[in-house]
């Protein structure tokens, strides 16, 4: 039985990660065994919510010239269409989950409130936020921070494709330098584009740590829950 060491946690993971090995579409052996992984935490009393990027269905715009608000906007449906699979994964694991958007769906989710999202969480519903702000030029890191601030999030889980934050990209560079900790002072100052600068700057204002990690191994989540050093700290005290 794990020992988890956080009460509630905000789960970022991108659409390339819940796309597998193509990075598109929905490959439901890479999402089942992160259903596991969220099944184990929430056994464990975890509250768990969630935000989901779109980048396997959409991903910046589609011509050099189309406006870029509507490219966003697109963006934005496109997560909801990944927050409404996942949910639909986990529910078939025997999880209960819910869907809320930034945004009127109502024939689809429900709109996203502060009340409502924690009484779900109290409620051991995992919480899945589409639509990321609903505002275009934010990036899912930033709806991520922002949802886990309002719902008292003690963590931000940022799941990547490395195993941390590194002074230089590890995939182009041999000798990069893995951090253990990091402040976000020091990411946005050193330009380590790990997440949105918005994002690292809305955690550091609102004392929100971030542990970056990585998701090729679903049990991270569990052991990341467990205290378990599967990354990269980020925060300044």
């Given at each position: 039985m794990m020992k988890p060491i956080y009460k509630t946690i905000m789960l970022k993971i991108s659409g390339e990660v819940l796309g597998g090995k193509v990075g598109a579409g929905i490959d439901y052996e890479t999402v089942f065994p992160i259903c596991d992984a969220i099944k184990t935490c929430t056994d464990a009393g975890v509250r768990v919510a969630i935000v989901v990027g779109g980048g396997n269905f959409w991903r910046g715009r589609a011509h050099?010239?189309?406006d870029k608000s509507k490219?966003?906007?697109i963006g934005m449906l496109a997560t909801v269409m990944n927050a409404l699979a996942l949910a639909d994964a986990l529910i078939q694991k025997g999880v209960n989950?819910?869907?809320m958007t930034a945004f009127d769906m109502p024939k689809i989710a429900e709109l996203f409130t502060v009340d409502k999202a924690r009484e779900y969480?109290?409620?051991?519903?995992?919480?899945?936020f589409g639509g990321g702000t609903g505002n275009p030029c934010f990036s899912t890191d930033s709806g991520a921070a922002l949802r886990a601030i309002e719902i008292g999030a003690d963590i931000f889980f940022k799941s990547t494709n490395v195993d941390g934050v590194y002074d230089k990209d590890p995939n182009k560079y041999p000798d990069a330098v893995k951090?253990?900790?990091i402040c976000q002072t020091d990411i946005l100052a050193n330009d380590l584009?790990?997440?949105?600068?918005?994002?690292a700057a809305l955690c550091r204002e609102n004392n929100l740590p971030i542990l970056v990690f990585n998701l090729n191994d679903p049990q991270n989540i569990v052991r990341a829950v467990s205290g378990e050093n599967v990354g990269t700290i980020v925060e300044c005290n």
């Open positions: 050099t010239d189309m490219a966003d906007s989950a819910k869907v969480l109290d409620k051991g519903f995992v919480v899945i951090y253990d900790k584009r790990v997440m949105d600068a918005t994002a």
